[in-house]
Nanobody
Framework: VQLQASGGGLVQSGGSLRLSCQAS????????AGWYRQAPGKEREFVAA????????FYKHSVKGRFTISRDNAQNTVHLQMDSVDPEDAAVYYC???????????????WGQGTLVTVSS
């Protein structure tokens, strides 16, 4: 499966941004999906994950209650709604997928290119 992320940009602190990921090559419904991010000088980290049909979601503690992951299998898309954005959220965000939800959390097999989120304070 190929993944194409979009929606990054400049957002004010406290504002909102919605990231999208378009899958191609295979039905996204075959995979669990998620988002990772990497800030300058920091290691890449898990942000959020969602099961194949969206029944289960998982979040990094610091984004829980502010970010919402969702999916539309009919459109082969996964989204990350980012609300109450904090300067600490500035990073390159990557869309990921794997057949297993535990692998999405620990080490996904499939990665898209990143989309940059910049936060102004």
């Amino acid at each position: 499966v190929q993944l194409q992320a979009s929606g990054g940009g400049l957002v004010q602190s406290g504002g909102s941004l919605r990231l999208s990921c378009q899958a191609s090559g295979r039905p996204l419904s075959d995979y669990c999906a998620g988002w990772y991010r990497q800030a300058p000088g920091k290691e890449r980290e898990f942000v959020a994950a969602i099961s194949e049909r969206g029944g289960d979601t998982f979040y990094k503690h610091s984004v829980k209650g502010r970010f919402t992951i969702s999916r539309d299998n009919a459109q082969n898309t996964v989204h990350l709604q980012m609300d109450s954005v904090d300067p600490e959220d500035a990073a390159v965000y990557y869309c990921v997928a794997d057949a297993r939800i535990d692998m999405v959390l620990e080490g996904p097999s499939y990665w898209g290119q990143g989309t940059l989120v910049t936060v102004s304070s």
